[in-house]
Antibody
Framework: EVQLVESGGGLVQPGGSLRLSCAVSGFTFNNFEMNWVRQAPGKGLEWLSYITASGITMYYADSVKGRFTISRDNPKNSLFLQMNSLRAEDTAVYYC??????????WGQGTLVTVSS | EIVLTQSPDFQSVTPKEKVTITCRASQSIGTSLHWYQQKPDQSPKLLIKYVSQSISGVPSRFSGSGSGTDFTLTINGLEAEDAAAYYCHQSSRLPATFGQGTKVEIK
């Protein structure tokens, strides 16, 4: 079964850091590009970051550029999002999502990040 | 960045009715437009890709059309299980963007 399972969310103070993980199973991870997408409470979807299958090239939304870093460990079938300098407006459910011919065809269940003092 | 504007924001519909949701792009995106369904407390699910291409396992009552800047998602014969938020997404150029969503409620 194809599965993406996020972890690492939680409560963090403004200015703090958090590292999210996405464990992948059921498909050949190193063949696929991956993304992080978030959803603030009661709001819509916001794409954050993309990484190529090899992990060499990354792209970021302006809202997180310079603060968030996407990475992957292909032998360990894992995707990561290092989040620094967190702000209240970063409070959201964070999803990892697989890219497939331009679509986000598989999504994880999400992990909640709350930035509050 | 390419802005996607959906209408309406909210729709309350009787079962078996036809539902039409539109998505307008701020510039031409060809056919790089996809639709997702998100039921309450669930992650989004890919519904239609590249305007009108069906996804395995998605009921045939869901269809899409359009090109360029104007796109439509149609649900022919709404069922109770279709209560959800629907989002369009463009993959024409980065950053990937989504419409603000359309919430469909069952009357």
């Amino acid at each position: 079964e194809v599965q993406l399972v996020e972890s690492g969310g939680g409560l963090v103070q403004p200015g703090g850091s958090l590292r999210l993980s996405c464990a992948v199973s059921g498909f050949t991870f190193n063949n696929f590009e991956m993304n992080w997408v978030r959803q603030a409470p009661g709001k819509g979807l916001e794409w954050l970051s993309y990484i190529t299958a090899s992990g060499i090239t990354m792209y970021y939304a302006d809202s997180v550029k310079g603060r968030f870093t996407i990475s992957r460990d292909n032998p360990k079938n894992s995707l990561f999002l290092q989040m620094n300098s967190l702000r209240a407006e970063d409070t959201a459910v964070y999803y990892c999502a697989r890219s497939y011919w331009g679509t986000f065809d598989i999504w994880g269940q999400g992990t909640l990040v709350t930035v509050s003092s | 960045e390419i802005v996607l504007t959906q209408s309406p924001d909210f729709q309350s519909v009787t079962p078996k009715e036809k539902v039409t949701i539109t998505c307008r792009a701020s510039q031409s995106i060809g056919t790089s437009l996809h639709w997702y369904q998100q039921k309450p407390d669930q992650s989004p699910k890919l519904l239609i890709k590249y305007v009108s291409q069906s996804i395995s396992g998605v009921p045939s009552r869901f269809s899409g059309s359009g090109s360029g800047t104007d796109f439509t998602l149609t649900i022919n014969g709404l069922e109770a299980e279709d209560a959800a938020a629907y989002y369009c997404h463009q993959s024409s150029r980065l950053p990937a963007t989504f419409g603000q969503g359309t919430k469909v409620e069952i009357k």
